[in-house]
């Protein structure tokens, strides 16, 4: 893939137009697996068939007892074809566009995206389910070997969130994690990152290095000022295509043993507020550019917390605030959605920081959670649990949430 040109500033900018979106109630269960990188599809609990497109009743032998469950992602390449003509807005600007049909080692036949290195039928293919720019799950096709390069691929281009050749804003580069990301980005062919950083008049650990990174950019950024937020973005929301939110406070302690709010207000101030103030200020410029061209505004992303989803009493304020930013995120999302840019949240466990000091392992280390966090981006996953913890409370808190709050709380 070519870097993209520069843009000319006369030309029309393409408006945002989404995939078709209609699914049944049903057949939310693909998107749910895909959101989070998962291929499911149902399957029988009675006679085990394997179910495709989702239903209400086994095809086979008509029970209603259909578990969504993960399917192996080996097929075989049937037949393909290159549609030249779509009465659907979006793939009528995207052509010509390439699809397939796949038989899946599980059973099912479906239809597919292909990866542009996928040739002839027959063919041993792999499949994923991807989320697509309306957010919903389909399946696409890729060559059958561990790494593809998906960032290239035009097609697959519009389904992921890749950083390549794109302009990315992270917000905070004075943590470990923010420095880590930066790091990641600049190696995924990032154009440009730019580093926010608070309290410009000293310098940090790190700055140094930072600067002479050719593609960084250092901005002052205090996310808990409305001017400042306001200020860089009239500079640079209309250029940026993801953003990348990691600024947040973290203290420990919950309600009894801490006087007064103040600590719990500075949380909740730069981990809701300051999510509130960005997404106001770059959310209209980023729907706006969400179909412009191969390096369109793309993503969202906000570092959240596994507390988010139960609290986690030793870190009883900050899990609260990050409950009230993990809603927040999710009008975020639906305001994003028919520009087809998807947000990101991210639920780490315990990062191995100076707030979890006292923390056992295992701890998430900021290069392994930046890598998380791209390899996301890259994937065009929309929900992501970071480690080995996150992983272990998500599956508890499916299971069953009140065991988790009750496990945090001991
Ligand atoms: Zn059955």
């Known amino acids: 893939m070519q870097r993209p040109k520069r843009k000319n500033p006369v030309l029309r900018t393409r408006l945002p137009t989404l995939p078709p979106a209609a699914r049944s109630r049903v057949a939310l269960g693909l998107t749910a697996a895909a959101a989070l990188g998962r291929f499911e599809l149902q399957q029988c609990r009675d006679c085990g068939t394997v179910q495709y497109p989702p239903r209400e009743a086994c095809q ?26 779509s009465n659907d807005l ?22 597919s995206h292909l990866h542009e290195e996928i040739k002839n039928p027959p063919m041993k293919v792999r499949i994923r389910a991807m989320l697509d720019r309306a957010g919903q799950a389909v399946i696409a096709a890729l060559p059958d070997k561990e790494n593809c390069d998906m960032a290239d691929d035009r ?38 990152v730019w580093v926010g950083y608070a309290e410009p008049w000293k310098k940090f650990a790190g700055f140094d290095e930072l600067e002479k990174i050719p593609q960084v950019t250092l901005m002052p950024l205090d996310v808990t000022d409305s001017k400042n937020v306001r200020e860089l973005a009239a500079e640079i929301a209309g250029k940026v295509d993801i953003v990348v939110n990691n600024a947040e406070v973290h203290r420990s302690f919950g309600i009894g043993n801490r006087q007064g709010v103040e600590t719990a207000r500075a949380e909740m101030d730069v981990n ?18 969400g179909a412009d061209g191969s390096s369109s505004a793309v993503a969202w992303v906000n570092l959240l917390s596994i507390y988010a989803l139960a609290n986690f009493p030793p870190h009883g304020t900050f899990s609260a605030s990050k409950a009230a930013a ?14 087809g840019v998807r947000v990101v949240n991210v639920f780490p466990g315990p990062i191995d920081d100076e707030w979890n000091q006292l923390l056992p392992p295992p701890k998430v ?10 390899g996301a981006l890259r994937e065009g996953i929309e929900d992501v649990y970071p480690g080995d913890v996150a992983q272990e409370w998500l599956a508890r808190w499916r299971d069953n949430p009140k065991a988790l709050e009750r496990e945090l709380s001991a």
């Open 60 to 85: 086979k032998c008509l029970s209603v007892v259909l578990d969504w469950k993960a399917q192996p992602t080996e097929g075989e390449l049937l037949a393909q074809t290159v549609l030249h003509h």
């Open 90 to 111: 979006f793939f009528r600007e995207r052509l010509p566009w390439r699809l397939g049909l796949v038989k899946l080692a599980c059973g099912p036949t479906v239809v």
């Open 155 to 192: 097609q697959l281009r519009e389904f992921t969130c890749d950083p390549k050749h794109r302009k990315v804003l992270v917000t905070d580069g004075k943590t470990a994690l923010g420095q880590a990301l930066i790091k990641e980005l600049v190696s995924a062919k990032t154009e440009i």
């Open 272 to 289: 809701y507020f300051g999510l509130l103030r960005l997404a106001q200020e770059f959310g209209p410029a980023m729907r706006s550019r």
């Open 326 to 339: 993990h809603s927040l995120a999710q009008c975020l999302r639906a305001e994003m959605r028919p520009a």
């Open 365 to 374: 280390a900021p290069a392994a959670l930046a890598e998380a966090i791209v």
